[in-house]
């Protein structure tokens, strides 16, 4: 089975420019989350999504965040405008509602984003 | 407050050797889970065990034990005989009943190198 798919790997872009992020999660997955990690503030979960439906975005930063959720099998993060320090590793993650307290999250293998 | 606590941001252990990796946690929650996660310099977060607060035993995956104390809120990672390929960040993470099947809080992560 595939797991979470992500792209870009790797974003360089400049500061103003819009980002688009975006993730493929696990198929037949309930659930799937957003997070970004830098040295200063570890890994911070930014949203979730249900079944497509925003669950929690308490943890986007500004109103230059902005995460989609259009079908059970495609996700965006968008920034705009992007700004230095929105550099960082943005993970895509996912997850099957299943035994509820243990289920596992899957995690893709991140974008690693530099604003310059 | 911070809810999930690593207080070790690096460690070094021999090869072979056994290292315990420290957490502590903080909920009023009766029913949570704990989870740990490793995350090479690939820069993926792999899962690596989980223990729920009701399990009776400490959980164990190959070489991976959780020595779970809940009196004292602390959910340590066992790894015995280190191996070269155990070089990596080990991240613990803790889900409340509320969010069963989501929101997972992550602590500040612990750096293991492991010496030949």
């Known amino acids: 089975d595939a797991g979470v798919i992500q792209s870009p790997r790797h974003e360089v872009t400049e500061m103003g420019q819009e980002v688009t992020l975006r993730c493929k999660p696990i198929?037949?997955?309930?659930?799937l989350f957003w997070y970004r990690q830098t040295m200063m503030r570890g890994l911070e979960l930014l949203i979730y999504?249900?079944?497509?439906?925003?669950?929690?975005d308490s943890g986007m930063p500004e109103d230059r965040f902005s995460a989609k959720m259009p079908n059970a099998s495609f996700s965006t993060l968008k920034i705009q405008p992007s700004e230095p320090r929105d550099s960082a590793v943005y993970f895509c993650?996912?997850?099957?509602?299943?035994?509820?307290?243990?289920?596992?999250?899957?995690f893709g293998p991140g974008t690693r984003l530099t604003v310059l | 407050a911070q809810k999930i606590t690593q207080t070790q941001p690096g460690m070094f252990v021999q090869e072979k050797e056994a290292v315990t990796l420290d957490c502590t946690y903080d909920t009023s929650d009766p029913s949570y889970g704990l989870f740990w996660y490793k995350q090479p310099s690939s820069g993926e977060m792999i899962f690596l065990i989980y223990q729920g607060s009701y399990d009776q035993q400490n959980a164990t995956e190959g070489r991976y034990s959780l020595n779970f104390q809940k009196a004292r809120k602390s959910a340590n990672l066992v790894i015995s005989a280190s191996q070269l390929g155990d070089s990596a960040m080990y991240f613990c993470?803790?889900?409340?009943?509320?969010?069963?099947?989501?929101?997972?809080?992550f602590g500040q992560g612990t750096e293991l190198s492991v010496k030949p």
């Open positions: 993470a803790m889900r409340e009943a509320v969010y069963q099947g989501g929101k997972l809080i």
């Open positions: 198929s037949g997955h309930d659930y």
């Open positions: 999504f249900n079944n497509n439906v925003p669950i929690d």
């Open positions: 993650a996912s997850s099957l509602l299943w035994r509820g307290l243990a289920d596992t999250q899957y």
